[in-house]
């Protein structure tokens, strides 16, 4: 009789579920971390991450013209999201640009071109698969456990301290580029248990 070998289930050892954000003092950490090792790149990149809230597949594809007008990087930009066909709109605060425009300067990239280039010939810019490991580094290098946190992570980080700031659920949806659907945010950022608990917390018996 055969032997039926059981496969191995492909999340064994791994955390799933939703990757959480970043708090503040991980955010200035990584930044400082990329200054001190002059990460060009990868402090535009991270930068960006974090104010445009856009998917990894949506982040690698932008190019330099959809942060530009001219020589001046934009306080506002735009883009069509690939998942949805949705537009959504992003700010780009004053250490984004001014980490932008010491990124396009170095790189001497041009309006046409991709904002984040792959250093190989096939592809026009950085994989979403090249940003999840960009994006392992960044925490590890902080001292954070890395298999906890992903891309997602960064696209969640500002709009959780949005909300916690504001308890704005509607302008939280429209900055990630969500449906009219409020209950996809709410599952989104996990808010609901966390509300509870703050809540629950607050009131003594």
């Not at 698969?129 to 696209?155: C, F, K, N, P």
């Not at 939280?172 to 950022?189: D, I, K, M």
Request: charged letters at 25%; glycine letters at 4%; aromatic letters at 6%.
């Amino acid at each position: 009789m055969e032997l039926i070998q059981k496969r191995e289930a492909w999340n064994k050892g791994k955390l799933v579920g939703q990757k959480p954000p970043l708090k503040p003092k991980d955010i200035w950490a990584i930044r400082i971390h990329l200054q001190n090792a002059r990460a060009m790149r990868d402090l535009a990149m991270f930068n960006l991450a974090i104010d445009s809230k856009l998917r990894g597949c949506d982040l690698v594809s932008l190019h330099v013209r959809d942060v530009t007008h001219g020589n001046q990087i934009l306080p506002r930009a735009m883009v069509i999201q690939q998942k949805t066909q949705r537009p959504v709109q992003f700010e780009l605060t004053e250490p984004t640009r001014a980490a932008l425009a010491t990124w396009i300067e170095k790189a001497r990239l041009k309006p046409e071109q991709c904002l984040f280039p792959s250093r190989l010939s096939k592809s026009p810019h950085v994989s979403t698969r090249q940003y999840a490991r960009i994006v392992h580094e960044w925490v590890a290098a902080i001292g954070l456990d890395s298999t906890v946190y992903g891309t997602h992570t960064m696209r969640r980080t500002k709009a959780t301290l949005i909300y916690k700031r504001t308890k704005n659920l509607r302008a939280v949806q429209l900055l990630l580029g969500h449906s009219n659907r409020l209950e996809s945010t709410v599952r989104y950022l996990g808010i609901e248990v966390d509300d509870a608990l703050e809540i629950s917390e607050q009131t003594e018996i």
